[in-house]
C-alpha cells in the first residue's frame, strides 16, 4: 500500500514539473530591431477528439499607429503568415481573420487592424497521444508611414491529450471568433465577371437589412477589387468592382471568391464560382447628393458664426435704395462669388491634405492656432471698422484702375463672401454632412462638383437679390437708425472676435489671451466713446448689462418649464478604440462624444441635450460609460475613429452595447429621444432611467 501511494506521487511530481505537457503558450515575443510589435501564440487546451483540431490564439500588440493587415491586404501591404518548418505530429493550421478596417493613404485602399488584433487559429495534429512540436516563424508586416517586416521564431512542445483547458485563452479565442465572418452557403450568391471593361458584379440574396454594409472582394492573390457601386433594393445586395492586377488582365471566371460583408450589426463570408456575363453601372444618384449640398449651403446662412457676417451685409444693402438695380446686382454678385471662391479655395486645402495623406475633415483650418489668429484680426477690424473708426480704402493707383472698370467697392462685397464662408466651415448643418462626406471621400471631380454646389447653396440669398434687385430696395429709408444698426452688428463681431479668442486657449497661454482680451475690449470702448460719444456708450453698456441681468432673471423665473441646468460633473475618458470594446465586453453602454471647441453645433448639442435629463440621467447610469474625442487640436486618432464611420466633421455621437458592439451613429443635431432609443437598442432593452 506504502509503495501504491509512493507511486501515485512520483507520477503525480511528473506531471507538475513536465514541460512537455504544460507548454501552452509562448512568452511575448518581440523583435529589438522593431519594438513597437509584440506577438504571442496562446493553445486553448480544449481539444476536438473526432477532429483532432485544437483551437489557439495569436495576440498581436501594435504601439501607436502601428497597423498589420487582413488576409487580402488591398493595394498595399502584406498579410501575416506562419511557416510551420519544424513541426512534429502536426498536420495544418486554418487562419480565421476577424473583421478588418479600412485604412486610406495617398488614394490607395488597404485593410488590417490597428493598435491590436487576435486572430483564431485551428490547428490539426496527426495523433492525440504522440509527443507535438510546434516550431515555426511568424512574418508580420507594420505600418505607419513605413511599413516593417518582421520574423518571430516561436517553439510549443505539448502532448495532445494531456493539454488543460487555459481559461484566458479560450475566452480570447472566443471573443476573436465572434468577430470572423460567418460563411454562407454559395446558393445565396452570384459572382458576375466581365472580362471586356474588368468589372467583377456580386449579388447577394435577400437576406439581411444591412445598414452601410462594407464588401470585399479577395481569393485571387495578384487581383484587387476596388468598389464603384454599391446597392441595396429589396432582392438584395449588390456591388460592383473594378478588377486590377499587376500581372496583367485578371483571369477569374471559374475561380472561386470570397465576399465578406459587414456592418455595425452582421459580418458574412460568401463564397461562389465566377461566371460570364455582362456589368452595367447604374447612374450615381447625383440629384439627391446636389439637392444636400444646395440645402446644407443654404442653412450654413443661419448658423451663429456667419451671422454676424450677414449683419454686416444687411449693412450696406441698407443704402441700396437710392442706387441703380445694376449696380445693386453687381454687388450681389461680387459677394456669391467671394462665396464660390471660397469654396474652390478649401477643396484645394483639402486635396492638397488627401495627397499628402493627412487627415481630411470639415473644418480643420481650427484646428490651427495662426488661423484662428488670423480670423480674431479680421472680425477685430471689422468689428472697429462698422464703428466709423476708419474706412479700408486701395491704393490710389488701384482707384484709379478700378473706376474705369466699376466700384471699388465691389472687392468689399467679395471679399465679405469670403469671409462669411471661412466662418462657416466649423459648423456641421443639417444635411451639410452627408454632402461633404461623400466630397471628402469622392475622386477630385466628384469633391468640386459637391463643394460647389455647396457654394451656389450659401450663396442663394445674394444669387436672389442680384436676380431680383427690387428685393433689396424694399428695405427701409436710410436714416439715423442706421447707425444703430451698425452699432448692433459691430456688437456682433466683437462677440465673435472673444468666441475666437477664447479658441486660442488651447493653444496660448492664459495671461496672453487676458492681455489680448483686454486690450481689444479696451480699443472697442474707446472708439466707441470717440465716435459716438460718452453718452452712447453708457448707453451701450447699461444696455448690455440690463439685458444680460434680464436674460438670466427670465432664465431663472421660467427653467423649470424649459431646462434645468445640471452640473457639469460627466466623467469623460479619452477615445481608445480599444477601451471601448473592453468596456462593451464587460456589459457596460458606451457613449462616445467626438467635439471641439470651435465647433458652435457641439455645443448646441452639449447645452440643449447632453446636460439635460432626461440624457444627462442617462449619461449618469452606473452601467454608462462615457468617452470623449477632442478634435480642437489635429489628432490622428480622432480623425481615423471619424473616417471609419465615414464622418469628416464634428460633433460626432455614437452608442454602443452589448447589442451593437458596432456601435449606433446619432444624427448630427442630438435630440433626447434619439439617444434613448439608440441606449435600448445597445442593450437589447428598455431603458429605465433612475431619478
Not at 511 to 532: D, G, N, Y
Request: glycine share 6%; with cysteine; proline share 5%.
Amino acid at each position: 500500500m506504502i509503495l501504491n501511494i509512493l507511486l501515485r506521487l512520483m507520477l503525480l511530481f511528473s506531471l507538475v514539473f513536465s514541460t512537455t505537457v504544460f507548454a501552452q503558450s509562448t512568452a511575448w515575443l518581440s523583435s529589438p530591431q522593431h519594438p513597437p510589435a509584440q506577438v504571442r501564440l496562446m493553445l486553448t487546451g480544449e481539444l476536438d477528439a473526432a477532429t483532432q483540431r485544437l483551437p489557439a490564439v495569436l495576440q498581436v500588440k501594435l504601439e501607436d499607429d502601428w497597423k498589420t493587415y487582413w488576409r487580402s491586404p488591398g493595394e498595399g501591404g502584406v498579410a501575416p503568415s506562419i511557416d510551420w518548418q519544424g513541426s512534429s505530429n502536426f498536420d495544418s493550421a486554418e487562419w480565421l481573420w476577424p473583421v478588418p478596417q479600412r485604412f486610406s493613404l495617398l488614394g490607395l485602399e488597404t485593410y488590417g487592424y490597428q493598435h491590436s488584433v487576435d486572430f483564431p487559429l485551428l490547428l490539426t495534429v496527426t495523433s492525440l497521444t504522440q509527443a507535438t512540436k510546434l516550431q515555426g516563424v511568424l512574418t508580420l508586416s507594420t505600418c505607419t508611414n513605413v511599413c516593417v517586416l518582421t520574423d518571430y521564431p516561436f517553439s510549443l512542445d505539448f502532448i495532445p491529450e494531456q493539454l488543460r483547458v487555459d481559461s484566458e485563452a479560450m475566452y480570447l479565442y472566443n471573443k476573436a471568433k465572434v468577430a470572423v465572418p460567418q460563411v454562407v452557403s454559395s446558393n445565396n450568391s452570384e459572382f458576375i465577371w466581365d472580362a471586356n471593361q474588368q468589372r467583377l458584379q456580386v449579388n447577394l440574396a435577400k437576406g439581411l437589412d444591412w445598414q452601410q454594409p462594407t464588401v470585399l472582394v479577395d481569393g485571387d492573390p495578384d487581383t484587387t477589387f476596388k468598389l464603384l457601386q454599391l446597392e441595396q433594393s429589396a432582392n438584395g445586395l449588390s456591388a460592383i468592382f473594378n478588377g486590377a492586377n499587376w500581372l496583367g488582365e485578371p483571369e477569374l471566371l471559374g475561380n472561386t471568391l470570397k465576399v465578406s460583408v459587414f456592418d455595425k450589426q452582421h459580418a458574412y463570408e460568401y463564397h461562389a464560382t465566377v461566371q460570364a456575363g455582362a456589368v452595367m453601372l447604374e447612374s450615381v444618384s447625383w440629384f439627391k447628393l446636389l439637392a444636400f449640398a444646395l440645402l446644407g449651403g443654404l442653412i450654413l446662412n443661419i448658423m451663429p458664426c456667419v451671422l454676424p457676417v450677414l449683419g454686416m451685409k444687411l449693412s450696406s444693402v441698407i443704402a441700396a435704395p437710392h442706387q441703380q438695380q445694376a449696380h445693386i446686382r453687381r454687388q450681389f454678385v461680387a459677394s456669391a462669388a467671394g462665396i464660390v471662391a471660397s469654396f474652390w479655395l478649401l477643396a484645394g486645402f483639402v486635396l492638397l491634405l488627401k495627397f499628402s495623406g493627412q487627415a481630411v475633415g470639415w473644418g480643420v483650418q481650427f484646428q490651427q492656432p495662426w488661423f484662428i489668429a488670423f480670423m480674431v484680426l479680421v472680425t477685430g477690424l471689422f468689428a472697429i471698422n462698422m464703428l466709423g473708426a476708419f474706412e479700408i480704402s486701395l491704393p490710389s493707383s488701384w482707384q484709379t484702375r478700378l473706376a474705369t472698370s466699376g466700384d471699388n467697392s465691389y472687392l468689399g462685397h467679395f471679399l465679405q463672401g469670403m469671409f462669411a464662408t471661412l466662418l462657416a466651415t466649423p459648423c456641421s448643418a443639417p444635411f451639410l454632412g452627408t454632402a461633404v462626406a461623400f466630397a471628402l471621400g469622392a475622386d477630385t471631380a466628384s469633391l468640386l462638383v459637391i463643394f460647389t454646389a455647396l457654394a451656389l447653396g450659401m450663396a442663394l440669398p445674394w444669387l436672389l437679390v442680384a436676380a431680383f434687385p427690387r428685393l433689396a430696395q424694399a428695405l427701409p429709408k436710410p436714416g439715423k437708425w442706421m447707425g444703430k444698426v451698425k452699432l448692433i452688428f459691430a456688437l456682433m463681431l466683437l462677440l465673435t472676435c472673444l468666441w475666437l479668442v477664447s479658441l486660442l486657449a488651447n493653444f496660448v497661454a492664459t495671461p496672453i489671451l487676458l492681455a489680448v482680451v483686454t486690450l481689444l475690449l479696451l480699443v472697442f470702448v474707446l472708439i466707441l466713446a470717440k465716435q459716438h460719444g460718452a453718452k452712447v456708450l453708457l448707453i451701450s453698456l447699461s444696455s448690455m448689462v440690463l439685458l444680460g441681468g434680464g436674460v438670466a432673471l427670465l432664465g431663472a423665473l421660467t427653467s423649470e418649464r424649459w431646462a434645468k441646468a445640471l452640473p457639469t460633473d460627466l466623467v469623460w475618458q479619452p477615445l481608445q478604440q480599444s477601451n471601448i470594446a473592453e468596456q462593451v465586453k464587460q456589459g457596460n453602454v458606451v457613449f462616445v462624444d467626438v467635439t471641439a471647441d470651435w465647433c458652435i453645433t457641439c455645443k448646441a448639442n452639449k447645452v440643449g441635450v447632453i446636460l439635460q435629463n432626461p440624457t444627462y440621467s442617462l449619461l449618469k447610469q452606473p452601467s454608462t460609460r462615457l468617452v470623449k474625442g477632442d478634435w480642437t487640436k489635429p489628432s490622428n486618432q480622432v480623425s481615423t475613429f471619424l473616417q471609419s464611420y465615414q464622418r469628416f466633421g464634428v460633433p460626432f455621437n455614437i452608442v454602443y452595447g452589448p447589442a451593437a458592439p458596432q456601435g449606433i451613429a446619432l444624427p448630427v443635431i442630438l435630440s433626447h429621444q434619439a439617444i434613448e432609443q439608440a441606449f435600448a437598442q445597445a442593450t437589447g432593452s428598455a431603458i429605465r432611467i433612475q431619478e
